[in-house]
């Protein structure tokens, strides 16, 4: 119940193409939803983050598509580029837990030149 | 600028050995938190504090203990390291509030490898 579930653990996209990564959880309780992003040598950082009252959020080319009756969210990268290569992490929490976050297992992304 | 910094980037120990990490956070937070990455598996939470002499125990918190003297410091303990202990392992803290959407900030990480 308090597992996130990510797809696929590893990409690989052209520069210019679209890179999407998929999460699943399970426990409805779960009211925000954030995405971070980890370069080789650096801790991971937010990118970006969702509320279930909302479909989608866009912030440049990031995007998040949220769908509450499946209980799926997704990240979509739109014109990836080579220096969007990383490892993106999907989360998920809910106000009460303390601040900690359940996240997915990661997804390492590589976009060729 | 928000600052995790975790004492070593890399460290090698041998089997049996009692090994200190060390986290300091310069933003006055409640929370912090020691994770361990390793690949396919994600981040996977070792233990967690919210204040001062404060712990909870996470996911994974066998071989482990942990020591929260001041608020800006949080030291994972490694009571006698094993090679299954080797690992990238991150400290975060954030603040505590009622509220969900408060942002975890990682250092940079420790690749602990254990002979």
């Known amino acids: 119940q308090q597992q996130v579930k990510q797809s696929p653990q590893s990409l690989i996209v052209q520069k210019g193409g679209i890179s999407i990564i998929n999460c699943a959880y399970e426990n409805t309780a779960f009211d925000y939803f954030p995405w971070y992003q980890q370069f080789p040598g650096k801790g991971p950082a937010l990118l970006i983050a969702i509320r279930p009252d909302v479909s989608e959020k866009k912030e440049g080319r990031f995007t998040i598509s949220f769908n509450k009756s499946a209980k799926q969210f997704s990240l979509h990268i739109m014109d990836s580029q080579p220096g969007d290569s990383a490892t993106y992490f999907c989360a998920a929490t809910f106000s009460g837990n303390t601040g900690k976050l359940i996240f997915g297992q990661g997804t390492t992304l590589q976009v060729k030149p | 600028d928000v600052k995790v910094t975790q004492s070593s980037r890399y460290l090698v120990k041998r089997t049996g050995e009692k090994v200190f990490l060390e986290c300091v956070q310069d933003m006055d937070h409640e929370n912090m938190f020691w994770y361990r990455q390793d690949p396919g598996l994600g981040l996977r939470l070792i233990y967690f504090s919210y204040d001062v002499k404060m712990k909870e125990k996470g996911d994974i918190p066998e071989g482990y203990s942990v020591s929260r003297e001041k608020k800006e410091r949080f030291s994972l303990i490694l009571e006698s390291a094993s090679t299954n202990q080797t690992s990238m392992y991150l400290c975060?803290?954030?603040?505590?509030?009622?509220?969900?959407?408060?942002?975890?900030?990682f250092g940079d990480g420790t690749r602990l490898s254990i002979l």
């Open positions: 975060a803290s954030s603040l505590l509030t009622e509220y969900s959407n408060q942002p975890q900030h």
